[in-house]
């Protein structure tokens, strides 16, 4: 697929769910342009109005966003991202791509509003290896994968894709044996790159005997690694799923 269609797609996507968010457009507005990581203030004089135009209808003290301000929206996004190398774009219409279809990926959820990494860190009785600080960022979904079926179905480009390409979101993996591998592919995803497109969250499960590897690789590259003491993948996927924003 060209770029342009794969940004056609994405606008696509985010366009739809602007419109069928009918009690509350704003909160989903938000969300995407917090997935861009641009601020209200940045986007507001690209598209040529207030930072306060923005807030409100963010905030659903402007009701129903017309059509037209959709677009430029979704326009100003892409565009201001766009110039920066369009890093951001192409992950998320990866993420929002169906094309991956597998059955190593045990639960893949997007949550209407943002929670923090520490709730999920919780809920999943972990242990945080590095970056507790950075506990606090917000994230928007997760991908729950079991570890051994993604080795032995996904391709590189795929795990990838799932690992490195999930902005704003927690990668789970299960049946982890070392957390060498998971941790060394997401390393890879940012190699070349010129802005770094990682998990907000790396959560591994079932593990025997860390790899120390594991443990530098996620300080290197200022991610949160944690580990989680629930004892079955089946567990986790049900405690997961019962969160609720």
Known sequence: MDQSRALQRLAETMAGEICIAEDDPGAIMKRWRERFKISQKDLARHLGVSPSVISDYESGRRKSPRVETIRRFIEGLIEIDSASGGRIAMALEKLESPEIASDAILDIREFRTAISAQRL??????????????LSREIYGYTVLDSVKAIVTLTPQQLLRLYGGTTQRAAVLTNVSTGRSP???????????????????????????????????????????????????????????????
């Open 121 to 134: 860190v919780e809920s999943l009785q972990c242990r945080i290896l590095t970056h507790r600080n950075l």
């Open 183 to 245: 941790m060394v592919a997401i390393k890879a995803s940012q190699i070349g790159t010129s802005v770094a497109v990682k998990p907000a969250v790396a959560i591994l499960q079932g593990v025997k005997e860390l790899d120390p590897l594991a443990v530098r690789i996620a300080d290197n590259i200022h991610l949160p690694l944690c580990v989680s003491e629930l004892e079955s993948e089946e567990e986790l996927v049900r405690v997961i799923r019962t969160i609720n924003p």
